[in-house]
Nanobody
Framework: QVQLVESGGGSAQPGGSLRLSCAASGSILSIYIMGWYRQAPGKERELVAYINPAGTTNYADSVKGRFTISADGPKKTVHLQMNSLKPEDTAVYYC?????????????WGQGTQVTVSS
């Protein structure tokens, strides 16, 4: 019913930048919150940042001051601008959305996009 498609992943050098995007589609009545999680090899999945329709944002301490999350409500799209990248940012990044559909409120996940930061 709802799909989240991520794009923008890839490789960058330390100190570089990448911009991730996530577009939601399907039978969406409203979106309560959208955010990004990441999972590094051998690590648990962790919250990176989220944003609500009012524009309220929250960030993991590890990315504060370096990452910026934003949203385009009409396009049902969320972006994650990642600056000053560090090797420890290497992970698969997953888009997450809390969505109201015609049948119920549900939590959806994207397929994940790889981000690799290395020299």
């Amino acid at each position: 019913q709802v799909q989240l498609v991520e794009s923008g992943g890839g490789s960058a050098q330390p100190g570089g930048s990448l911009r991730l995007s996530c577009a939601a589609s399907g039978s969406i009545l409203s979106i309560y919150i959208m955010g990004w999680y990441r999972q590094a090899p051998g690590k648990e999945r962790e919250l990176v940042a989220y944003i609500n329709p009012a524009g309220t944002t929250n960030y993991a301490d590890s990315v504060k001051g370096r990452f910026t999350i934003s949203a385009d409500g009409p396009k049902k799209t969320v972006h994650l601008q990642m600056n000053s990248l560090k090797p420890e940012d290497t992970a698969v990044y997953y888009c997450n959305a809390d969505v109201l559909t015609p049948r119920r409120r549900e939590d959806y996940w994207g397929q994940g996009t790889q981000v690799t930061v290395s020299s």
